[in-house]
Each structure stands twice: as C-alpha cells, then as structure tokens.
C-alpha cells in the first residue's frame, strides 16, 4: 500500500513509450481534472543518453575531476559503464503528465564529496545529479546547492593568547566599531534622537521630487523614513560624534539640507518588484539565475537586499496566503495501483516451453545482448526491428530503469567485453592464418553494423552520399563456411533485403569451430584484376567521343524543317515502336497502360541532375556499332541481356545499309523547246 502511494516531492518512474527507457520525474503538484483524472506537475531530469555528445564529454571531465578531488576508489570499466546510468542532470524544466503513467519509485540525491561512488551500484532505483541542464540553451552549469567544505570557505581559528598576553593585530584591520553600548546617553535620550531623525527623514522626502511622486501621500512618506535605513543612519552618525547629541543633529541637517537615506525597497520601481516576483516564482531563491534571466541592470547585492526587506510587506504575506490556500485546495497524495499490463515488444513464444530460443518471428540461437546469456524466463525485443536483437527480463528491467544495457555493446556506441567465446574464436583463427599479422578486433569478431559509435553514425549520416566499403572479416568468411546450412547463401543472395542476424551465425559457429580445429579450413583468395586494368578495357572496348572543336558549324538536318516542331519530336528519344516495329512496351519491358506515360507523349518539364549527387563514375559513350547492335536486337533479347549482363549477347551479323543512289537526271522531250510558247487566238 505504502509503495503504491505516491507523494509532492517523490522521484517517480513515468513511462511514455513501450520500448523506451522510463522517464525520471520529481512531483511538483499532484492536480485534479475536470473529468477526474490525476495529473502530476512535474520536474524533468535528464539522462546522459538525452544530451548531446559535447555535453556528454563535460559531463565526464567533471566527474573525472569529482574522482581525483574526492580521492575515490578505483572501479572497472563495467563499473564506469553502469555509474553513467546512475548519474542525472537536473532541470528547471516543467511538465504535466498523466498519473497513471507512473510505473515505482526512485532516489535522487545531489552529489557530494563525501559520497562513495560505488554505493550508488550497490542500491536498487538509486540515482544521483551534479550538474544543472538547460534544455533551452544546451548547457550544462554546476549546481550551486553545494556543501562547502573545507579551507576555501572555513576560517582558520588562531590560538588563545595566554594571560597576560598583548594582542598585537591592528583591530583596525580586523573589524570596525559601529556601537559602544556603554556610551553615556540613557535609553530615552536615544530614542529621542531617533524620533527626531524619522522627522529629518520625512522632510527630506517631502522636499525631494522622486520622493514625493513614490510616496505622495504624507503617511507613505513617514512609512518609509521610519524604515531601518534611517535608523542605521541615525545610529552611525551619534557614533561618529562621539555620541554628542548636538553635534549629532547639526550632521543630521547640514548646510545643503536633510540627509535622505534610501533603501533598496525605495530605489526599486512596481515593474522591477513584479518581475522580481515573476523570478522568485520561477527560480525560486536562486539569485544568480534572477539577475541574469530578469534583472541583469541590478547587483547581487541589491537583489538579496531587496528579497530580505520584501519579506516584511503585506505582498509577501498575501503570497503566502494565496500559496497556503492552493496547496490545501490540491492533492496531497495519490495511490497508483501496480501496473500490470504486458509489454508490447514481450516476444510470445509459440509451441515452445518456456527459457528455450525460438520465439515466434525470431531467429533461433540469439543471446541476450546484455548478459549474452541463452535460457530465460521471458524475452523482450529490443533495438532496431531489422537487428532482432532482444532482452533477457533482468537485463529487460534494467533497461527500462537505468536507459542502457550492464555491459557496453556496439549498438550503444561502446566496445563491447570480450567474452571466452570471442577469445577462443580468435585464437583459431590465428592458428589457421599464422603469417597474418593483425588480430581481429572486437567490432570484426561480433560482424555487426560498421556503425561502431556515436560520432561514426553521425558522420555516415551528415554524408550519406558518401562511398563506403562493407569488407568481410577472417572470421566471418569462416562462419560462412561452417554454417552454411543455417546462413543458406543462395537463398540470401537471392533475399538481398531480408536481414539476417549475424549474431545467431557466430553464437553457432562458436560450437562448432571446436570440433573443426583439427581440420582447417582452406580459404582461397580471390584473384581479382587492378581497377585501372578493368576502365582501360572498357575504355578500349567503348571509345569516349571526341569533343566537337569550337567555330565549326553543326550539320542541319533538312528534313526536320517540314517536321512538327513539337516538344515530343525535338526533346525525346525516338519511341520503341518506330523502331521495332512491335508492340508499345515501354522502357522497363511491361506493357503500357492507359495511366502511364509513354516516350511519345510530350515532357512538360526535365529532371535536372545534380553533379553533387552524383559520384565519380566511369562514363562510357555509345558508339555507331553499338546503336546498330541494340536495333538489331529483339525485345526479348533485350531482356534477357538485362538480366544476364554477364552472359554476352550473340546476334546476326547487321547487314550494311545500301548508299542511296542518286536518281537518273531527266531527259527532255524532243518536242519540248526552251522557247516560250504563244497561243494567239
């Protein structure tokens, strides 16, 4: 009942999303809404995982020197992966949430140098903070509710002088006497003084014209010189006459007039009180953040003057009130029950007892990606859909809590530990390739994704039209060979798109490559040709057309004067069917359909292509033979070419085209003159 019953002030677990770590709440404000559902006000903490790497590397400089300044003991590198789990940056950060959105509690505490690291690994739902983020800004400050401990800020007490002894430190230097109670004048004597500066007080705002606009009324006035200001003033002034009443009241009203003495509650304007208000209710009594967000034209000092004399007005009692009322008008207390609902990313196993692989959509011989251990009560998908990865439930709780896995993996961007299975792969694979000089490193051995870490995803993706090269490992060409029945490579060859999960290969290949030891497998290296050898070839075969030198004039076909100058005739390529003579198919080897655009119709508008999209290929023009070799070629043909590109084409020989004869010049009639005929009638 106890842990179910949630209070203002716990740090709660709230979960938004299913496969999502559990969000890290502090109750501000328990409300009631209108339908008469629960929401929670509440104080965002952030993980390290929600900041940005620059931030993240801030983060481990301070601890790295909270470790030398408080003399911690040495961890491991678990240790250090787990600790970054612990540890929270605090918010200023409001939001409301549904309170059935709570999933337990938690405890937050603020860092301190006589803390032991360690213990924070040792409790359950423990967690700590140092620094303050800013979601706004994207900046991470040091908290300034800090113990300070230590020589900076404690006095270093000297030791009691012996009696008899002279005290020979100038009592000038170390403090200054503003009061001597045993001075002459009696208790009535110094009231009357002070009564009398009140009155020079009163005066000196009736005649100052700021005064008089503030305070216009003459109570205002009298309020305000009764104030402590004057008072001190008052007070001073008989000390430095040597308390000599008269010579007191002469300094009280000099030549030029009444002293005004003026605190901080009468320098400050109505508009500057309401944002220092608006401050306080935001920040509370972090006068830092007050001056630099709201009030940066006044000091420090002022600020913390000001806070202390706003503490005597009606408006702070008023405050007070107002705040007394709401807080007995809200919730106290809420009871969440349990939640008990499955989880969506649960993996339901189908026909299979339960701890045994083989969960329903997933391949069998997958580990915990966090424990890498095989048998458990429950499974949990976890990661990208396309790695099948999952959870074991410890390791499943522990990620929904703390938002990453026990051991460092490369799916978060860490080097994973190398466990005895990696260990004896890699000892093999060294005994049947003695002559190779470099051992597989722990990113090859596992064959996932080359996207090891944070910065190597964020470059592939800033420049993602960047040529990359996917090469296989040692150990990999090894694991194809001895999972062959599993890995299937004609039928994945065939599948490019389906996924395959390259971590079941390895877990099997561990098993057997034991067994196969004795036997080494025989890897043939391909022989594949230089680069440069292949474009010269193609070069040879397929000549670049030679460039048209300037001023020479381009051929005008005569006959495409009396054409239609159309956009279709003049743009686009000459049609399938005027060539073949067929039937209409268009580019891709389908018929054509009444929805679809064919070669004929007209281009409204051409693609222009990007030269920064494109790579640096190797451009091969189309010659006179090679044209004439695709005319002669027959639609089916064509598509069997374009399936089989490595398979070469055999085609008739291309007969030569006839020159055109020129016609038999014209043999005039005898009868016919080259006079003019006339008619007469």
Known sequence: MAANMYRVGDYVYFENSSSNPYLIRRIEELNKTANGNVEAKVVCLFRRRDISGSLNSLADSNAREFEEESKQPSMSEQQRHQMKHRELFL??????????????????????????LNQYLEKEDCFFYSLVFDPVQKTLLADQGEIRVGSKYQADIPDRLAEGEIDIRSQQKLEIKVWDPDNPLTDRQIDQFLVVARAVGTFARALDCSSSIRQPSLHMSAAAASRDITLFHAMDTLQRSGYDLAKAMSTLVPQGGPVLCRDEMEEWSASEAMLFEEALEKYGKDFNDIRQDF?????????????????????????????????????KQVYIPTYTKPNPNQIISVGNKPGVNGASGFQKGLTCESCHTTQSAQWYAWGPPNMQCRLCASCWIYWKKYGG???????EGAARG??????????LVNKWEPHSRNHISRPESHSLSPYTSGANRAKLLAKNRQTFLLQTTKLTRIARRMC???LQPHRAARRPYAPINANAIKAE??????????????????????????IKELALQAPLKPKTPRGTKTPINRNQMNQNRGLSTILTKRPFENVAGGLPFSANGRPLVPGMRSSTQPLVKRQKLNPGDAPNPVVFVATKE???????????????????????????????????????????HPASTTEPIVLED
């Open 91 to 116: 918010s200023r950060q409001f939001e409301s949430l549904p309170a059935t959105h709570i999933r337990g509690k938690c405890s937050v505490t603020l860092l301190n140098e006589t803390d032991v």
């Open 295 to 331: 009030l940066p034209w006044k000091s420090l000092a002022s600020i913390v003057q000001f806070y202390y004399m706003w503490k005597t007005t009606d408006r702070y009692i008023q405050q007070k009130r107002l705040k007394a009322a709401e807080a007995d008008s809200k919730l």
């Open 405 to 411: 896995l026990k051991t460092p993996t490369q799916i």
């Open 418 to 427: 190398t466990p005895e299975s990696t260990v004896l792969l890699e000892e």
């Open 484 to 486: 062959r029945d599993i």
């Open 509 to 534: 290949c561990a098993v057997r490559l034991p067994k196969a030891a004795k036997t080494p497998l025989k890897i043939r290296p391909a022989k594949r040709p230089l680069l440069s050898v292949i």
């Open 626 to 668: 090679t044209r004439l070799l695709r005319k002669a070629l027959t639609h089916l043909e064509m598509r069997r070419a374009a399936r089989r590109p490595s398979v070469p084409v055999r085609t008739k020989q291309v007969l030569p085209t006839r020159p055109l004869q020129p016609p038999p010049p014209l043999v005039a």
